[in-house]
């Protein structure tokens, strides 16, 4: 069975860090590329950051320089790293998985940011 299943969110304060992690089951997770998308109370789901298979790197224009993303094949693990968190960064985090015709998802991790 197939289950991407994220953890790490929390309540944080202004210029806090947090760091997700998305661990992945049931598929040779090496083969897919990986994200971590957002998606705030009334608004739409967003990019934050992916990495490829081979490890190449993209991130949002909001994350500037703030987030990194990481994955750890042999852990099946793909890693979120925020700093310099700001309100505007709240929302549910998800994780996602693709490859080919397989476009998967976490159920979520919420992140509060708030003094």
């Known amino acids: 069975q197939v289950h991407l299943v994220e953890s790490g969110g929390d309540l944080v304060h202004p210029g806090g860090s947090l760091r997700l992690s998305c661990v992945a089951s049931g598929i040779s997770f090496s083969w897919y590329a990986t994200g971590w998308y957002r998606q705030a109370p009334g608004k739409e789901r967003e990019l934050v950051a992916s990495i490829t298979s081979g490890g190449n790197t993209n991130y949002a224009d909001f994350v500037e320089g703030r987030f990194a993303i990481s994955r750890d094949n042999a852990k099946n693990s793909v890693l979120l790293q925020m700093n310099s968190l700001k309100p505007e960064d709240t929302a549910v985090y998800y994780c996602?998985?693709?490859?080919?015709?397989?476009?998967?998802w976490g159920q979520g991790t919420q992140v509060t940011v708030s003094s």
């Open positions: 996602n998985a693709k490859y080919r015709y397989d476009n998967l």
